[in-house]
Structure formats: C-alpha cells, structure tokens
C-alpha cells in the first residue's frame, strides 16, 4: 500500500516521521509533492521517499491520499485531483484545518472514502493525538487502513466534526501550553540551584511519567494527586500556591481564548 502527501508542511513532515520511525511504510512507499520543488525534492531524496512531479502524480499512484496543504487552496488542490480520486479504490484524508466532510464530498462527489483528521505534531515521536471524522463511505478494511496510519503514530478519537475546535485546543496547542509548564518548572529548578538542562530534563520526565500514569491508570487524575499529596506536606502546600496564583483558572481561561479565536472570534 502506498501513501501520498499533498503538501510538505511541518505537520506533513511530522506524520513522515512518526510513520518512518513506526516502520508503518517503506519509504519508497510514500509518495510527496508540494508547489516548492526546493522544499520536497532535498527533503524527499533524504528520507528516501518518492518526489513526484505533480498533485496529480500523487493521487493517481497512491491508496492513501493525504491532503496536508493550506486551507486557501485547499478546494482548488481538491478540484485538480478529484478525477483521479473518483477513478479507482482510494482514500482521501485530510489534515486540513476547517475543511469539513461536507465541502470535501461538494469537489469529490458523495462516492469517495474520506477521513477528516485534526492531529497534533507529537505524532513524529509516535505519541500523537488525532481527532477522526470518517464519512459513510469509508468502511471496513480502507477504515481500518486509514486509522492505521495515526493509530501507529500514538492514539486516535472519533468526534464529530463540531467537536473538532474544542479537540484543537486541548490537543492540537496544548503540547505549546504544557512546554510553557515544563519550562516553568524548570525555570524553578534553575531559581533553585539546578543547571537549565537538569532542570528541563527532570520536568519533562516527571511530566512524561504523569501522563502515562493518567493513561494507564483507572483511576482519576484528581486521585492521582491524591497519592502524591501527603497531609500536612509539601505537596499539598505548592498545590494551594498554584492554585491561590490561579493556575487551573489560568489554564480553562487558556482553552476558551483558543477556541474562541479558532471559530473566528476577536484575537
């Protein structure tokens, strides 16, 4: 099976990753092309993928047909490709930003298997978080074929596509909120004594390890604090710091100014 990107983006680039370093595809199973000749072909010939010379290339010779331009151009990408999508068994998926199943299936006829996907840019370390949106045309194996790709490069959920803002927010700028915390963390760490790069190290570990406790645990994340937060300790006395500066009300405040700025509100 061959997979294909339309757009060489950061976010394009990160799925390569992730799907390299998984083993998901051989390189020369994945195909890419972009409008910059200078931005895929050097980026192509390093990873060993196939540079094609067109859109068009791209979805004619793939199974899997990723659409990871930008979302002004996005229709008209669409409108180029469409003969070759509706010509044989394959699958659009999209990882454009506000481009509902909708307004795909008005360009690429009601026919066409399409996953609407909204992932974030941990999946180059195999530990991502995709939205999924599938249409009803896209079942069985080419359903299975297509979650495959973002399944192997972390974890996937389905939501409907009015879901997917409230998703951008905690997931797709998250990861930049919770660097802001590590490198909050480890700013203390340095106010304290430690060298920068201890600091950052030990933050990012801990909050590494406390993320898969929550994932792997049955038991809420409040209870986990629980565990940690003995009477009368330390613990306790920074959370009631944290939370007397406002911390969870900064961090809620944080996520509504992010969804309100992605359904188009004022900046």
């Known amino acids: 099976m061959k997979i294909g990107f339309i757009g060489v983006g950061g976010m394009a680039k990160a799925i390569i990753g992730g799907l390299l370093n998984a083993q998901t595809f051989a390189p020369a199973d994945i195909l890419v092309h972009s409008h910059r ?32 331009v930008t979302p002004n151009v996005a229709v008209k990408v669409l409108q180029e490709i469409a003969p070759q999508l509706v010509a044989g068994e394959k699958t659009l998926i999209s990882i454009v930003a506000g481009l509902s199943l909708a307004e795909m299936r008005q360009v690429v006829g009601a026919d066409l298997p399409i996953l609407r996907t909204l992932p974030n840019v941990n999946v180059e370390v195999g530990a991502g978080m995709t939205a999924v949106a599938a249409n009803n045309q896209l079942t069985g194996n080419q359903l299975t074929a297509a979650l495959r790709v973002f399944n ?17 927010a905690l997931a797709g700028s998250s990861p930049a909120y919770i660097d802001f915390f590590i490198d909050s963390l480890s700013r203390a760490g340095v106010k304290h004594g430690l060298s920068k790069e201890q600091a950052t190290q030990i933050a990012a570990q801990a909050t590494l390890g406390s993320a898969k406790m929550v994932l792997e645990s049955d038991k809420i994340p409040f209870a986990l604090i629980d565990q940690v937060a003995s009477p009368g300790g330390s613990t306790i006395a920074g959370l009631l710091a944290m939370e007397e500066a406002g911390l969870m009300t900064a961090v809620v405040k944080g996520i509504d100014a992010t969804i309100k700025r992605d359904a188009g509100g004022p900046a």
């Open 37 to 68: 000749q200078e931005s895929y072909g050097p980026y192509a010939q390093e990873h060993g993928l196939v540079a094609a010379d067109s859109n068009v290339a791209v979805a004619q010779d793939s199974d899997l047909v990723v659409l990871a």
């Open 152 to 168: 192997t490069i972390g974890s996937t959920t389905t939501l409907a596509e009015d879901q997917f803002g409230v998703f951008s």
